[in-house]
């Protein structure tokens, strides 16, 4: 297995998503938790455009990091308990999950390794000859951008237009559960309690 | 290095860590974000196997595009992902409002 550049990338982004993704559960500070996620969200798209994803990968740094994350500092900034920073949870249950979380990562990468992958495989030589004669994949994801804009409109435009109709419900849902919330007998009320 | 392998195993090592996140905090916008670490793995994922493997149909010579199906649920991942945390973060205000809290453990009606 040859080493190359692209490796090495891979491998920094890599261990810089699941260092930041770990720092983001266990630390208390709401702020840096979301400083972690943000550093979880770029490193993962970096891996996206290794992945020949580049159009993912803008996607993943526009909305993740752009919006959600803005959303989230927003919302530890505009509640004054959050800012606070979180308690503990009970060594117990701290315990458990993490074993639980162990397990799983444990099945996963057991799964990963055990399965024969090398039927499907790209780099298959038996394969490759067999797309030659149909097809490029390797070009077929240089044009990743324009392929997947044309899938998403031909032979995936349902789905399209679902993500279109769940977008405009998620907008009014979350008009419909904000509606009424901060009103002025609430902040009187919290004005007492204080 | 870069392989169908590593990619999986980093996704499944990120979304194991997301749902340590869930099953051990206590603060709501800990867990939003531990479900979008999740949300992350899976697609992380499906890029991957679009990268490394080839789908039937390019054998079958019905259609090269459809190599890219990965890439269109990655989209939809996001973009669920992208919506499902501004309504959860509605909800968090909702909730915070009710109960003057944001740690999910204080939220019961119940007594006893």
Known sequence: MSFTFVDFIFIILSVLAVASALLLVVVKDLFRAAIAFVITLLSLAGIFILLNAEFIGAIQILVNVGAVAILLVVTIMLIRDLSRGSRPTQLVLVALGFGVAVLTATIIALGVVDTEWVALLVDNPGFESAILGSADAEGVLDDAVGVTGRLLLREFVLVFEILGVIIAAAIVGAIAVLHGVNSDDDLQEREERA | ?112
């Open chain 2, 1 to 112: 290095m870069l392989s169908l392998e590593t990619v999986f195993i980093v996704a499944g090592i990120i979304f194991a860590i997301g749902l340590l996140g869930i099953l051990t905090r206590r603060n709501l916008v800990i867990v939003i974000m531990s479900l979008e670490l999740m949300f992350n793995a899976v697609v992380l994922a499906a890029l991957g196997a679009t990268r490394f493997t080839v789908p039937f149909s390019l054998l079958n010579g019905t259609g090269t595009e459809q190599a890219l199906t990965g890439h269109i649920l990655s989209i939809i991942v996001i973009t669920v992902a992208a919506v499902e945390t501004g309504l959860f973060l509605a909800l968090v205000f909702a909730f915070y409002n009710r109960f003057k809290t944001a740690e999910l453990d204080q939220a019961s009606d119940l007594k006893g």
